[in-house]
């Protein structure tokens, strides 16, 4: 059994609550837009395994440290990770195939910075955006997410409310 955090869009933005609400997870994903390659630091210092990936605002030390696809499996789930991935009907060019050829049970992007849960019946797996973490951007509320993985099974999915972005 894993407790795993998510979170994606941070955009530089370090939140001391990350840590507070990830303090005990076994591992911490970050579907991109991560900004300053800090944040994944802090991240690693809260938690021994952090997986990341890049996004459409990431540069420089972010970019050679974090891939555009991450593709794992953990407690027996396939994990299919990616920025900009769109959703189940409506996936990013190039998507829907991937997703057939890696045959994942979970699927994490962030980019919209719009909290989503969806399950696609066709691919069979289920779609998750944990909105945005950061101020930036269009967002009513900065969220985070945690689960469980236990066995082939995905669990006790929590959404974490931040508060609301200050426009």
């Known amino acids: 059994m894993k ?18 609400h990830f303090k005990d997870c076994d591992e911490i ?4 837009d991560v900004g300053d390659i800090s944040v994944i630091a802090r991240l690693e210092g ?16 972010v970019v ?3 891939p555009e696809i991450e593709s794992f499996e953990t407690e027996g789930v396939k994990v299919w990770m990616t920025h900009i ?12 195939r991937m997703l057939i050829e890696a045959r994942p ?37 900065r969220t985070l997410m945690r689960l469980i993985l236990d066995e082939g ?3 006790d999915l929590e959404v974490i409310e931040l508060g609301k972005l200050k426009i």
Not at 3 to 20: E, P, Q
Not at 52 to 60: E, L, S, T, Y
Request: with cysteine; net charge positive.
């Open 3 to 20: 407790k795993i955090g998510i979170l994606s869009d941070t955009h530089s933005c370090w939140d001391d609550r990350f840590a507070i």
């Open 29 to 32: 994903w970050h579907a991109g």
């Open 46 to 61: 809260v938690c021994p395994v952090v997986r990341a990936v890049r996004g459409n605002i990431d540069h420089g030390p």
């Open 64 to 66: 050679k440290r974090c």
């Open 85 to 96: 991935g769109g959703y189940p009907g409506r996936y990013a060019p190039g998507v829907r």
């Open 105 to 141: 049970q979970l699927m994490v992007a962030g980019h919209s910075h719009i909290l989503k849960v969806q399950y696609d019946k066709e691919l069979s797996l289920l779609h998750i955006n944990p909105g945005a973490a950061g101020y930036h951007g269009w967002q009513r509320e």
């Open 153 to 155: 099974n995905i669990r």
